[in-house]
């Protein structure tokens, strides 16, 4: 198996070269993979997250079932974002959730049937913040009571990857990437033989459940290269979260405040990461009045830092930043994540896009701040603003 290959940097003065470099490939060192197993899994999670998971215990459909080989499955289920809330509807945690194939969807390793069965429980693995793995599984706990379920820190044993880039920004939706599809879980026979350098057990990339423009995701083992690494350029987590910058997604606890963010205002209802039609779950009562009144306030957005002559300020604005409206002096919002020249903050829309808008930081009223909407926002959020309000 391949190792690790140096990881590539792209200098945050350099974010636009990001647009022109290709397929890039991270390893999200700050996300940890939990593992619910358990006949009351999918109960368990669809009464607790934002989003449906009852795909994950369905049986298979028939227009998804690929020919299966031992490596190969005869189902594929696309992942699901969700978020675990409190009572109150604010965030705490957010989860990329993956179905592991059973071993009945699987031929055995002979080839000649398919595997055994399983005892009719499901497995799911989590892509979760690493910064509050051990808070996350407490407070798991303190949500199971009596629910066949159990949860195990799976840390040691798998990795998360994100694979992006302009080269895989207009690529068609689908499950899996198609070249990816004959390594591991994948819609086809191996003919390559790569899958006999992955190992025994397939693992494959899985289009970002948030967007299409965020490219590709997936959990492998650790200490292997997932596939298509080797053609890529592996490079650090930062330019991932560059990437997330652009286009105004934030990602994990650190990002996205715990205990204090209103989902709604994060936009998790355009990264598909709530159901409003699936039910009761935790702090639901929030998020469903404030979607069914229609009126969303403030929203997260893609900020740039710029000087008096509209160059880009590199490094002086902190996440926490209070954003001014100088025209009407009142504030607009704040500061949540901030690299280089660029950031996110979640805004006032009527003081970040207003035609007069002047923006710039409190108590560094030299930087000003460039407000953006992001391509992928659905229109109806904002039918009658610009695209973007420059200080």
């Not at 368990?44 to 795909?55: A, E, I, K, P, Y």
């Not at 990002?255 to 699936?278: H, R, V």
């Not at 009527?350 to 009223?365: N, R, V, Y």
Request: aromatic share 8%; charged share 25%; net charge neutral.
């Amino acid at each position: 198996m391949h190792r690790f290959r140096p990881s590539l940097l792209i200098h945050h003065r350099s974010l636009h070269h990001l647009q022109n470099a290709g397929t890039l490939c991270s390893h999200l060192k700050s996300r940890s993979v939990i593992r619910f197993s358990g006949p009351d899994t999918v109960k368990f999670l669809q009464g607790l997250l934002t989003n449906d998971v009852r795909r994950f215990g369905e049986p298979p459909r028939e227009d998804n079932s690929p020919v299966p080989a031992p490596n190969v499955a005869s189902v594929v289920v696309p992942p699901a974002y969700a978020a675990l809330l409190t009572p109150q509807g604010r965030f705490l945690y957010d989860l990329f959730l993956y179905r592991p194939p059973r071993p009945e969807e699987k031929l055995n390793r002979t080839g000649s049937g398919p595997g055994h069965g399983s005892d009719g429980s499901v497995e799911v693995l989590a892509d979760v913040d690493g910064s509050v793995l051990d808070e996350l599984l407490a407070t798991l706990k303190k949500y199971r009571l009596r629910s066949k379920v159990d949860f195990e820190n799976m840390a040691e044993e798998f990795s998360c990857w994100q694979r992006y880039g302009q080269n895989l920004s207009g690529k068609t939706p689908a499950v899996e990437e198609p070249e990816a599809a004959s390594v591991g879980w994948g819609s086809g026979f191996d003919t390559s033989g790569k899958s006999a350098s992955h190992g025994n057990v397939g693992w494959q990339w899985f289009k970002d459940p948030r967007l299409d423009c965020l490219g590709f995701r997936g959990i492998f083992p650790c200490g292997t290269t997932p596939p298509l690494v080797e053609s890529d350029k592996a490079t650090d987590e930062q330019n991932y979260l560059l990437w997330r910058l652009e286009k105004g997604v934030a990602e994990g606890s650190t990002e996205i405040p715990k205990g204090e963010a209103i989902p709604l205002e994060y936009n998790f209802a355009g990264l598909n990461a709530i159901s409003f039609d699936k039910g009761c779950y935790v702090g639901q009562e929030l998020i469903a009045r404030t979607h069914h009144r229609g009126v969303i306030r403030k929203r997260l957005l893609p900020l740039k830092f710029l000087d008096n002559n509209g160059k880009e300020v590199d490094g002086k604005v902190a996440p926490g930043s209070e954003v001014i409206n100088t025209a009407s002096s009142k504030k607009a919002g704040s500061v949540t994540t901030a690299l280089g020249f660029r950031g996110m903050g979640v805004l006032r829309l009527d003081e970040a896009f207003k035609a007069s808008s002047s923006l710039t930081i409190q108590g560094q009223e030299d930087i000003k701040v460039e407000a953006i909407r992001a391509d992928w926002w659905p229109t109806e959020w904002f039918q009658d603003q610009p695209h973007t309000a420059v200080a």
